[in-house]
């Protein structure tokens, strides 16, 4: 038992304390460590939007377990992301933890609180759910967005065993540009020359098919931030000189999400996006040790011709139904979501049972 002596404690963005702020350094997964969350912080919030970090601390006054959330007016509303974020991971620590720190959290919340980008498998969130309910708020779980993700241990089986169309593109259009040395792939050192890889992707970004970013300043803080010490890694392919495509990976302890690119639509011919994918994907996967990859947010087409399982990212929705907006919440959004999984699970019963029993006539010599 945590005991009564178990606190929480919530702490500005730049107030943190050393134990809490080494909760975060400890994570293995980019967008769980304490810069990343910084970054988000300093460029992704509206107005009336604050960032900050509620912590267990225990009875030693040792930090425990934490959460970065936003508050509007002092209520917690929102777990800390933004449309970039490709991974809620954050520091829970243990089960008993993590539903501890979701009761405690619970008095925080004012009409509703939304998490996005949760790994359905990590138990410690689902610990921090029961812990929400026990706090007296209603949740529900919903499917966010689509994860491809794929283990590469040897490179060759890896790239032998993808389709044929993909692989044809790779060899036939590097092969052309190649044979008249038209064709210049290079990662930019983001020691020294992070400035530069930025400005080649951000331009290459804007002459492409994609929409304006949502929040502009946030592609020079992370590759400022995280860029130096090695998590952020660029990648740029020119033909004839020209910048036409531009990667983004963020790579940490062998694992590499591939996080931004864009190439310029009027190369489409040349497939400058296969190309620097393949490229830099075997580069990383020589040089940087990386085993597990995958490709963010979305359930885009060609991402499957790369990498071959796929995953949901769920989120959460909790109400406190003590307020008005939270039962609004409660009837229009939590009860219906409850009532659809039910009918679901029943349908997959029922259907199940059929099954068993058309099983069983056979069995018997019966139709």
Wanted: glycine share 8%.
């Amino acid at each position: 038992m945590l005991g009564d002596a178990v606190r929480l404690e919530t702490y500005g963005m730049t107030a943190a304390p050393p134990g809490v702020r080494a909760l975060f350094d400890r994570q293995t997964r980019p967008e769980g460590r304490w810069d990343w969350f910084e970054i988000l912080a300093g460029t992704t919030l509206s107005g009336t939007e604050r960032a900050s970090v509620a912590a267990l601390i225990d009875t030693n006054g040792l930090a425990v377990s934490a959460v970065p959330v936003v508050t509007v007016e002092g209520r917690v509303v929102r777990g800390l992301t933004s449309p970039f974020t490709t991974l809620f991971a954050v520091p829970l620590g243990s089960e008993q933890h993590a539903r501890a720190l979701g009761k405690l959290l619970a008095a925080k919340v004012g009409g509703t609180l939304r998490l996005d980008a949760l790994d359905s498998a990590d138990t410690a969130f689902n610990a921090f759910q029961e812990g929400l309910v026990e706090g007296g708020l209603a949740v529900t779980r919903f499917q966010h967005f689509v994860n491809w993700f794929e283990r590469i241990d040897n490179f060759s089986d890896y790239w032998n065993s993808r389709g044929s169309r993909l692989k044809s593109t790779v060899k036939r259009k590097a092969a052309s540009l190649q044979r008249a040395d038209r064709l210049m792939f290079e990662q930019i050192d983001m020691v020294c020359d992070w400035r530069r890889g930025a400005e080649i992707y951000k331009k290459i970004y804007a002459g492409s098919w994609k929409p304006a970013e949502p929040f502009p300043h946030f592609i020079d803080a992370m590759l400022e931030k995280l860029g130096p010490c090695g998590v952020a890694k660029l990648a740029v392919a020119r033909i004839d000189g020209e910048p036409v495509a531009a990667q983004i990976w963020l790579v940490l302890q062998g694992r590499a999400t591939i996080f931004k690119l864009a190439h310029n639509p009027a190369f489409d011919r040349q497939s400058p996006g296969t190309l620097i994918t393949h490229w830099f994907l075997r580069l990383l996967f020589e040089q940087e040790g990386v085993r597990e990859v995958d490709f963010g947010r979305g359930d885009d087409t060609y991402k499957r011709q790369w990498l071959s399982q796929s995953q949901y990212r769920q989120g959460l929705l909790a109400a406190n139904p003590r307020t008005l907006k939270g039962l609004l919440s409660v009837a229009v959004d939590i009860l219906p979501a409850k009532l659809i999984k039910s009918l679901r699970q029943r349908g997959n019963r029922d259907t199940a049972m059929v099954s068993i029993s058309h099983d069983d006539r056979m069995k018997s010599g019966t139709s």
